[in-house]
Every structure is written in structure tokens, then in C-alpha cells.
């Protein structure tokens, strides 16, 4: 069983649309949650830390269940530019484990 | 520009070449991690050093690999006799290790291809 799994998708949505990504964790000792984007042939970049009660960032909402295992990204009004990659982690104090990604394209 | 740099940022080897990558972190974060990417993948954790202790290796790093930060600066890993299966995207990123605070920064990737 893969320690990060995610929705294989791709994701096709219109603008406008909301888009919900979901993504399961092993490792029960994971201290460290987050959502990294990646664009086409460049680095992650960190989008938001997810913590067990819940995160907003602008049209961003992110949640954690401990319990479950389960992590949440939660897009609303997608724009052209949130298409990207999007990546679930779980980690250590030092270790990040990814996901193998969710692909979204948002369509005009 | 204050992110996490890579040189180069592409590499051609031939089969059994030696390749070196360079990382320079951010300026202010104490630890430095490598990873790598294959298409399709997420990346996959390798090594870390805090300040310029090597502290962790993941079973990915075959002794054909090794990594240095000298003076707790900057890195290098340095892959010996490369194999095809090296190809892939070496990432770098940062992090100020405090506690409560995981979050790593990335910088643009060492794409290796090895023919």
C-alpha cells in the first residue's frame, strides 16, 4: 500500500467550477500535512499547511482528519490558473512523503 | 532572488559518468533536503543535513550517491557511474527548523538525463 494515496484523476473542470481532492495517509506517525502544486516541468511549491481544524486561504479550504487518515483540498471558483498538479503530503519532523499528484486542468 | 538555487539545471551524462549537482538553500534555514522525481511520480525523499550533519539516508541512496554541505551551506550530491535509471529530476529544498515547523521549500530541480 502506497504511505500517500491520492485521487489518480485527471480533473477537468470548467472555470468557475469547485474541485474537492482527496488523498489517504498510511503512516499514523505523521506529524506534518500539507498541499504542494506543481506546474508542468518545474518544483512544487508549497500551497498551504493542513492542520486538524481546518484552513482557509482565500479560495483554498484545507482539512485533516486524523482519525481517518484522510486529507482534503477544497477549491472553489477554479480559475485558468489553478491547473497544476496538485500534491498530498505527510510527514515526518524531516521527511515529506508525497502523493503521485492529481492533475487539473480548468477549462475557459 | 532569496529561494532555494540549483545548478545546473539540466544534465546530459553518458552511462557510467560521474554528475555533481549543486543547492544553495535559503539563506537563513538550517536544514537541506534532496528528493527525486520521475514522470509521474511524487517526489521521493533521499537525504537531509542539518547545518552540516548528514542526519538521514533513505534506502533510495545506493552508495553510488553521496551528498555533502561542507560548512552547513550549501550542498552537492554527487552521482557515481550513472545508470539509466538515474534520469529523473534531483530536487533541493530548505527549511528553518524550529519546532512545529515542517515546512520545506523547493527550488527549481537538477533534470538528469542519462543516455
Known amino acids: 500500500r502506497k504511505e500517500v494515496e491520492q485521487d489518480p484523476g485527471p480533473f477537468n473542470v470548467p472555470e468557475g467550477a469547485t474541485v474537492a481532492f482527496n488523498c489517504t495517509y498510511s503512516?499514523?506517525?505523521?506529524?506534518?500535512f500539507f498541499w504542494y502544486r506543481q506546474d508542468c516541468r518545474k518544483e512544487p511549491k508549497l500551497l498551504m499547511s493542513v492542520y486538524s481544524s481546518g484552513n482557509e486561504d482565500g479560495r483554498f479550504t484545507a482539512q485533516l482528519n486524523r482519525a481517518s487518515q484522510y486529507i482534503s483540498l477544497l477549491i472553489r471558483d477554479s480559475k485558468l490558473s489553478d491547473s497544476a498538479t496538485y500534491l498530498c503530503?505527510?510527514?515526518?519532523?524531516?521527511?515529506?512523503?508525497f502523493g503521485k499528484g492529481t492533475l487539473l486542468t480548468v477549462n475557459p | 532572488d532569496t529561494g532555494v538555487s540549483q545548478d545546473p539545471r539540466h544534465k546530459i551524462t553518458k552511462r557510467g559518468q560521474n554528475v555533481t549537482f549543486r543547492c544553495d538553500p535559503i539563506s537563513e534555514h538550517n536544514r537541506l533536503y534532496w528528493y527525486r522525481q520521475t514522470l509521474g511520480q511524487g517526489p521521493e525523499f533521499l537525504t537531509y543535513?542539518?547545518?552540516?550533519?548528514?542526519?538521514?539516508k533513505s534506502r533510495l541512496l545506493s552508495d553510488r550517491f553521496s551528498a555533502e554541505r561542507p560548512k552547513g551551506s550549501f550542498s552537492t550530491l554527487e552521482i557515481q557511474r550513472t545508470e539509466q535509471g538515474d534520469s529523473a529530476m534531483y530536487l533541493c529544498?530548505?527549511?528553518?527548523?524550529?519546532?512545529?515547523?515542517?515546512?520545506?521549500?523547493f527550488g527549481p530541480g537538477t533534470r538528469l538525463t542519462v543516455t
Open positions: 529544498a530548505s527549511s528553518l527548523w524550529t519546532s512545529g515547523s515542517y515546512e520545506q521549500y
Open positions: 503512516n499514523s506517525a505523521s506529524q506534518s
Open positions: 543535513f542539518q547545518n552540516e550533519a548528514q542526519l538521514e
Open positions: 503530503v505527510a510527514g515526518s519532523n524531516y521527511k515529506l512523503t
